[in-house]
């Protein structure tokens, strides 16, 4: 039998404890033929048994299908799914369509996880009682793993509302499907917009309007590749301005729920604004009026943000520069581009 239709499913232990529990890892995947590998080892090397992995093939061009095919051929559990290109948000919505598992755990095509990885979340998930356990991670840049929000491998319980604040200021929380357990009830209603880009922050709001409480594990679990031709590396192409739309989503959702995050709200709208603004440099024509429009927001919300002790220095010098002049804020941002470009 090939990977695609060889599948030895477990039955999912529901009432044997979350130790037993069948985790199902949804792994998007479209034109990473030479990044792949290293994902779907490290998913071999996983050491909590019980998972089932579904392999989706996003309508691949290129070499990406075989390499999936080939390691799903001999392993129990894991399966590949192939489709016509439909985009991140298509591809998961058919992992999670065609999972059988208790838990959920999203991984993209060209990142890995540490081999414990998905044994503590599960660990961690027993022990706190929680549905949604978020781990922290590396950002491997340079050729170096960068930990982020790393809290010496401590565990922390958070409310909605602090999760919600969290995500808001780009805290422990974050707003991405990856590095994250699950419990399969939180997509009973749920799934990615399809067709869009940023499809992570535009349902995050969904997802913790799920959840009473969120558990934070400190110790870094997933390793995220910073790549060319990625999303947040590409250049403007007008697709950006979806990232403004879904965080203004995912800020009226917090808002909503919690008035006294009015202000982390704001906070969030304007970086989305600013982190748009930052490709915008050479447009012309609508893009040119666009960015006219994104400057004055910026320009009248941003006093708020500047008043915010909890708001980054970054955002408030890319506000004073924008309120300044445009093109002073260009500039900044290619220097500090440059900076980090050595990380």
């Not at 399966?79 to 290109?85: D, L, M, Q």
């Not at 909605?160 to 499907?177: C, K, P, R």
């Not at 995912?250 to 709208?269: G, H, K, M, T």
């Amino acid at each position: 039998m090939t990977g695609s239709e060889h599948l030895d499913r477990k039955t999912p232990a529901r009432s044997g404890g979350s130790n037993h529990a069948v985790v199902s890892v949804i792994v998007a995947c479209f034109n990473i033929e030479q990044y792949v590998e290293s994902c779907l080892i490290s998913l071999a090397k996983q050491t909590y048994p019980h998972l089932e992995v579904i392999l989706v093939d996003d309508g691949s061009t290129d070499g990406t299908a075989s390499l999936l095919r080939e390691y799903a051929r001999d392993r129990s559990g894991w399966r590949v799914i192939t489709k016509p290109n439909g985009g991140l948000s298509s591809a998961r919505n058919a992992g999670i369509d065609a999972s059988s598992g208790d838990w959920l755990v999203f991984v993209d095509g060209d990142d890995m996880l540490v081999p414990h990885a998905i044994n503590r979340l599960v660990e961690v998930s027993g022990t706190e009682s929680a549905e949604l356990v978020c781990g922290s991670h590396f950002i491997r840049s340079g050729g170096r793993n960068i930990p982020v929000n790393a809290v010496d491998g401590g565990v922390r319980e958070l409310t909605q509302q602090e999760a919600f604040f969290s995500a808001l200021y780009h805290g422990a929380i974050d707003v991405s499907a990856w590095g994250k357990l699950y419990s399969r009830r939180i997509f009973n209603s749920i799934r990615y917009p399809e067709g869009r880009i940023y499809e992570d922050t535009y349902v995050f709001g969904d997802v913790l309007a799920q959840v009473d409480k969120v558990t934070y594990v400190g110790e870094p679990l997933y390793l995220y590749v910073m790549r060319e031709g990625s999303i947040v590396n590409a250049g403007w192409a007008g697709k950006q301005i979806q990232f403004i739309e879904a965080a203004d989503r995912f800020a009226a959702q917090a808002e909503s729920s919690y008035p006294n995050l009015v202000r982390a709200a704001n906070r969030r709208r304007v970086h989305a604004r600013l982190s748009v603004l930052r490709y915008m440099e050479k447009v012309t024509g609508k893009d040119r009026l666009l960015r006219d429009e994104i400057v004055g927001f910026v320009r009248s919300a941003g006093p708020s943000t500047l008043e915010d002790p909890q708001a980054p220095r970054r955002d408030k010098v890319g506000i004073r520069l924008v309120r300044l002049s445009p093109r002073l804020f260009f500039l900044f941002w290619k220097l500090y581009a440059f900076v980090r470009s050595d990380r």
